[in-house]
Structure formats: C-alpha cells, structure tokens
C-alpha cells in the first residue's frame, strides 16, 4: 500500500539499497505482466562483457522494450498518474533527490546526437578496442535514455499513489511492486527480452539555487549511477575529465566545445583569468558597461587569432563569446554578435 | 514574477528583441507552435524563448531572424528553473528577433550561440 512518508524518505538518494528485496519486488513485477525475465543489477565499474544479453541488446537496440510497454495499460495509468494522490507525491518527490537524479539523465538524453555518433563508431572502428569502447559508451547512452521518464521508478511510484486513490486494480497490479522496488533502492530499469536490468540510486550531489536544487559537484560526479556516474558544473553536464582532470583542462579544449553553456562551465571550471591567460588573451577594449563587456585579443592553439568579448548577462553570469577578428572595441563586438551593423545597433533598454 | 519593459530594444540570453514601427510584407515561414508554445530562440538543452502561442504568431527569415506579430499581450519567457532570464513583456505589434552569433576560431566562420 501506498505510504507518502515511505515514499518521501525513499527519495532521499542514495538510502539503503537491499538488493534481494529489489529482486524479488522487480519478480513481482513481471509476474504481473505475465512475462519472465531474470532480474539482474548493473554493478558499479561494469563491463558490455560482463553482461552478454545486455551486450547482444545494444546492438539490437531497445526491441524488448517496447513488447515489454505495450504489457502496460497506459490509459489506465494516465488516470492513475493524474490523480490526487499522484500529485502529492510529485510534489514530494520535487524537492527530494530524486527529482534531480531524473534532471540528470534528462541532461544525459540531451546530448543524443553526440552519444549517437558513438554506435557508429563502434560499427566502423577497425580497432576491436576502439570498438568496444564506443559500444560501451553507447550502451551507457541506451540505458540512460530508458530512464527517462518511462522507467524512472520514483515517476512509475507516482502512478501507484494514484491508482491506489482511485482503486484502479488493474495498476495497482503493476505498480506495487515497482514502489516496493524504489523503496528498496532501485531508481531505474533497462529492459532486455531475458532480462530485466536495474541501477540503484546514486548518490547525488546539489546547490540550492532559488530554491530548486540544482545538480553541482566541484570534485566528483553529482549524479553517482552505477551505469554511468555524470559531471555537472552548476547544472551543466560536463566531461568527466573536466572534474576528475581539471587541471589538466586547457583553454582549447573548452573552446571546441560548441555549447555556449556548457563553454563557459568549463571556463568557470578552470576561472576565466587561466582561459585568457592560458591563450596568451590580451585586453583591447573595456567599456564601462559591464553588460557591453570587455574585448579581449586572443588565439587559441589550433585556430586563428581573434577577439573574445568577456560579458555579463541578464542571469548575472559571465560569458565569454569568441567574436571575429577585425572587432576592435566591446561595443563594435555587441553589435557583430547581434548581426547588425554598428550605425544602427542599439543599446537595450532592459536585459533580461 | 519581475517582468521587464521595454519601449524599442530588449535582450534575453542571446535573443535583441526589435519593435518595428512598420510591419514587414510577407516574407519568411510560419513557425506552428510547440506545446501551446511559440519557440523563438531554440535551445538544444530545452531551455528555449518561448511565447504563448494563443497571443502571437511567429514567421522565421533565416536561422539568425525572426518576427513575432503579438496580436494579444503577453510575455517572452525562458523555460529554465535555474539561471533563469526574467521575462519580458510583449505588447501587440511586430517585433524583430535576432538570435546572437560568435566566431568560430576553428572553422573561421560564424555560427549561432547555442545555450
């Protein structure tokens, strides 16, 4: 039965993780859509090798999956998502861990394309060594991107608050033992057509920002998952190597980056002094507007000389946006940037 | 909620926001909306521009410009919970947005700022 106590204490990631009890409630839940499946945990510093079904599944991606959706009644479960019940413990589950864990596989799903590139690489590469990796990396991509939101057990949990509510029987078959299951420590699933694979909740690291949380460590990952621990900068997924390595980080590195966002956490990683000083960046222009900037004249290894204007935005957040070379003061710069000629750029009256 | 004002200019993120004293001819494609959502300035993290689509419709030029006709007020806001722009009100009129531009060092070309 549904508690929202329970439930709030089991968004507190990462609590106990009792694996036998996640094995059994996940049994359950098979049962309850008729289907076998072993139920198996991706351990921490896993490898493709190590789990062979999950191996021959990434390269027939995903298929199982979705038989194993159509089992649900998701009409039913939409009701049950809706009601009342449902709602509270979203609200709950908002201000708890778990929502950020979701936040942070969502950030994973956001770089697909990149990700993507990795299973045609693993396909292409020559190098049998080469090819795993890329396999790996796109495996780890394939179970993220299940995650989120379809087997997100603190989301699916919210469905069996309101089923309960509304005595929709035929959920409640279902999504009890998925809320016994997050209860016991599992935060998401992956699917296989022999297997069901779960991953216990990581530890997550966040800021308080305006009274959100926000995924945020300086010295290791903020969404610690077994299956794939993730970096964030202020709310900015990163590189590993940007946290783990950062003072091996260089000033070209971070500008090959095409991201804005993720561009200025890397230059927030390393201070925006080492990222000028680091390309040898001198000042050609200050205005005394500090939302017009600063210019600076720089050339990052690899590239051509050119200008970087260093600006605070609306947010109250400094950016620093590469701009052509032939720009010779920070104004001239804000107007190249919106595309306009200088004669007719005009200043903002507000920014926001 | 603050809400900014504005008379001509504004900015959010890397969008200038222009009011037009003149309404454009037909130029540009009809932008349908996402969600009940105009997106005016696109974000590849989701964090987009946004404006109700019930108060304006959108047309793009090119990947850098477009014009928002505003038939009823209302605000441009950013879908972020974090670092969020404030929002800016829209009153009715035709209004110019130009997405920002850098330099790419690399490829020595320009491209648009992504956030």
Redo the contacts between chains.
């Keep these: 039965m549904f508690d929202i106590e329970k439930y709030k204490a089991a968004c507190v990631f990462p609590g106990e993780i009792d694996d036998s009890a996640v094995k059994i409630a996940l049994a359950g839940y098979c049962a309850a859509l008729k289907i076998e499946r072993e139920i198996v945990r991706i351990e921490r510093g896993w490898k493709l090798s190590d789990y062979p079904d999950l191996q021959r599944t990434i390269v027939e991606i995903a298929r199982a999956a979705r038989d194993a959706r159509d089992a649900r009644d998701a009409l039913a479960a939409s009701d049950a998502r809706a009601a009342r019940a449902a709602l509270a413990a979203r609200a709950a589950r908002a201000a708890l861990a778990a929502r950020a864990a979701s936040d942070a596989l ?2 994973r799903d ?1 770089r697909d394309a990149r990700d993507a590139r990795d299973a045609r690489d693993a396909l292409a590469a020559s190098d049998a060594r080469d090819a795993s990796a890329a396999l790996h990396r796109f495996a780890k991509w394939c179970i993220a991107r299940q995650y989120w939101w379809d087997w997100d057990l603190s989301l699916i949990s919210e469905i069996n608050a309101g089923a309960h509510q509304i005595k929709e029987n035929r959920v409640i078959a279902w999504s009890d033992p998925i809320y016994d299951a997050f209860l016991s420590g599992a935060s998401f699933l992956f699917w296989t057509d022999k297997t069901l694979y779960w991953v216990a909740k990581p530890d997550i690291k966040t800021e308080i ?2 009274g ?1 949380r ?1 995924l945020h460590c300086e010295d290791g990952p903020a969404a610690d998952f077994d299956s794939e621990p993730l970096y964030f900068w ?3 997924l990163v590189p590993k190597h940007w946290i783990e390595a950062k003072n091996d980080l260089t000033a070209d590195e971070i ?2 980056e ?4 993720i561009r200025r956490a890397g230059c927030e990683i390393i201070g925006w002094d080492r990222v000028l000083s680091g390309i040898d960046a001198k000042i050609v222009d200050t205005d005394g507007d500090p939302m017009i900037g600063t210019l600076y004249r720089g ?2 290894p ?6 970087f204007l260093k600006v605070l ?3 109250g ?1 400094e950016f620093v ?5 032939e720009i010779n003061t920070a104004i001239k710069a804000q107007a ?5 000629s200088f004669e007719k750029w ?7 | 909620m603050k809400i900014l004002q504005f008379e001509t200019v504004a900015a959010q993120g890397e969008l200038t926001i222009t009011k037009l004293k003149r309404a454009p001819n037909n130029i540009g494609i009809r932008v349908e909306p996402v969600d009940g959502k105009l997106i005016v300035g696109h974000s590849e993290t989701g964090h987009h521009h946004v404006v109700d689509a019930e108060c304006a419709t959108l047309t793009r030029i090119d990947q850098f410009t477009a014009l928002l006709d505003v038939i009823k007020m209302t605000r441009l806001d950013h879908l972020r919970e974090c670092d969020t722009h404030p929002s800016i009100a829209l009153q009715p009129g035709m209004y110019e947005f130009r997405t920002g531009r850098e330099f790419d060092p690399f490829a020595e070309t320009t491209r648009a700022s992504q956030d």
């Design positions: 969502a950030a956001a920002v305006n959100s926000r202020h709310g900015n500008f090959k095409d991201n804005a966002e050339q990052i690899g590239a051509v000389e050119c200008g935005c609306g947010t957040r946006i590469p701009v052509s070379p190249w940037v919106q595309n306009v005009m200043r903002p009256e507000v920014r926001g």
